[in-house]
């Protein structure tokens, strides 16, 4: 199982050289990726956790993370589809992938706080549609020499699309949610299932229903990798799984998803108390990673 940090784009870092620092450590660490998160405006359980202190946008982030490293793989958890146009969006994923070589896993998601999305000029009850049109969209953009595309939002052809990312057929589409209609999602569209805090029980009756629409949709659910993303201390939620407080905490519940084949742990500090990162970071690299890889 490979092990992934969830970078502190999210947590109201004034300092964000100090987050772009840890990613670079995170490499020296044998970290596999690091990941960021996206919201554009401080609302509902952002506000809640961070109030008015900064949230960096997240390719942007990664953007400065790939210069500074050379093999980290760089993940999105999750980038909200109906926040971007697919055509820009897709623009800059493939400039990413090809800027990185080819490092870039696009995690996406169709947002759930229906006063942002409608900021953002996009209809909450239509987010579903938005997000599937997207995928296709990039799919399109990303492999196809001569794209064409006629749908609900947008319709284009005629025209070249360039550049093509250097992961083929395509940069991986990780699918963020726990619902059913996100496992639906991943089952048909998603290069991996990726749902956030989910304790083992639950995570493995979402891996069979993934399993059954994966079958569905007439694709071979092993294709379907299962990541997952957990955060470490007291999530302050009940209804949030933790890997809990301690490393033999941690690494009891990491070897347990270990077991159940998921193929990346994507771990979040939980902390906006910056100092903690690094060692949060180091215990980890020490602990769990020799153990779980």
Known sequence: M?????????????????????????????????WASEHVFNVSYVYDRIGDKPYYEPLTVLTYVAAKTKTLGLGTSVLVLPYHNPIRLAKVAATLDVLSGGRLMLGVGVGVIEQELEAMGSPYAERGAISDETIAIMKELWTNPDPSFEGKYHSFSGMKFTPKPVQKPHIPLIIGGTSRAAIRRAARHGTTWHPTALAPDVLAEGVKYLHEQAEKAGRDPSEISVSVSAAMGNTHNHNRYSLGENPEEVLERSQAYKEMGVERLLVSPNTRDQSKLEPTMEMLAEVVIPAVS
């Open 2 to 34: 490979k092990v992934a940090y969830s970078l502190s784009n999210n947590q109201g870092m004034d300092d964000i050289q100090g987050v772009i620092d840890l990613a670079v450590r995170a490499e020296e660490l044998g970290f596999d990726s690091v």
